[in-house]
């Protein structure tokens, strides 16, 4: 795996990841967008939120959202979602749902302090459905618990290709955190 090249550089090898773009949020913005970064050279993307910290009082949990070209950002009900849920005391949540996003994180608690790794595959491609997969860790619960999430997802993409992805703490801001967005050359 190759992490240290420069933004937007060419990677060494097939599998190689390359950094296309990173966001740094010291202030509240209402979203995080990625738009006119993907192409034919990859078709699987890493989208990683570090630090992740949201509004103190309304939000309900982080959410991603994808542009079908020529449009905006979809907040239809059009992102099928199952997952299972596992957290330390031991509660355990299988759930499937339709959404206006893929949730990658919920509000155990406010602010949302949260990481995660949300991949996607084939944005370009103009198929039916996109998939993903993200995972999640909301550390600093009141009862010292780390709460982690492991979920799965299609989104509808009307058989248009998909050209940008957001995050959005539904209900209100993110407040800080880094993210970055990288693509996986074809192997």
Same mark, same amino acid.
């Given at each position: 795996m190759t992490l240290a090249l420069p933004i937007g550089s060419a990677a060494s090898s097939p599998g190689?990841?390359? @950094?296309?773009?990173?966001?740094d949020i010291s202030a509240p913005v209402a979203s995080v967008d990625f738009t006119s970064l993907f192409s034919a050279t990859y078709q699987t993307y890493l989208l990683i939120g570090h630090g992740i910290v949201t509004d103190a009082t309304s939000v309900t949990g982080l959410v991603a959202r994808f542009?079908?070209?020529?449009?905006?950002? *979809?907040?239809?009900? %059009? =992102? *099928? @979602?199952?997952? =299972?849920?596992? %957290?330390?005391v031991p509660a355990q949540t299988l759930f499937s749902t339709t959404t206006s996003g893929w949730n990658l994180a919920f509000n155990y608690e406010n602010p949302i302090v949260a990481n995660f790794v949300l991949w996607f595959f084939r944005p370009l491609s103009a198929a039916p459905f996109l998939s993903g997969h993200w995972v999640s860790d909301l550390p600093g619960s009141a009862a010292g618990v780390m709460r982690h999430l492991a979920a799965s997802g299609e989104y509808d993409t009307g058989s248009t290709a998909v050209d940008g992805v957001q995050v959005v703490a539904a209900g209100d801001n993110l407040e800080a955190g880094r993210f970055s967005l990288f693509g996986v050359e074809d192997v």
């Open positions: 190689s990841m390359v @950094k296309l773009s990173v966001i542009r079908r070209q020529g449009s905006g950002f *979809d907040s239809g009900s %059009n =992102y *099928d @979602k199952t997952g =299972y849920h596992i %957290n330390s």
